[in-house]
């Protein structure tokens, strides 16, 4: 939720390790973002990976900016490769 959306309902959203930490997480790092910059995206990974240790985010850099990548072969395959895991791992939803 947008802070100002928070500040509008007085709703606070909460992070709790113990149950946002469990589901494994991928992020796609878009290296020539200027609307999120990398240094912004970094800190959203490291800071997920501070609250949740033993469940690191798995990270794919892309040399893309944020609007428009998605003609790029490896906006395709990652979540094709994410996919076609968790079809085959019974421990990843």
Do not use: C, K
């Amino acid at each position: 939720m947008p802070p100002r959306a928070a500040a509008r309902t007085g709703h606070r959203p909460r992070v709790e390790a113990q149950r946002w930490g469990r589901i494994p997480r991928t992020y796609v790092r878009f290296t020539e973002d200027r609307l999120i910059p990398p240094a912004s995206q970094d800190r959203f990974i490291t800071e997920a990976d501070r609250l949740a240790p033993g469940n690191p985010t798995e990270v794919h850099s892309v040399a893309a900016p944020h609007a428009g990548p998605s003609y790029r072969p490896e906006t395709i395959e990652i979540p094709s490769d994410l996919a076609r895991r968790a079809a085959t791992d019974p421990h990843r939803p």
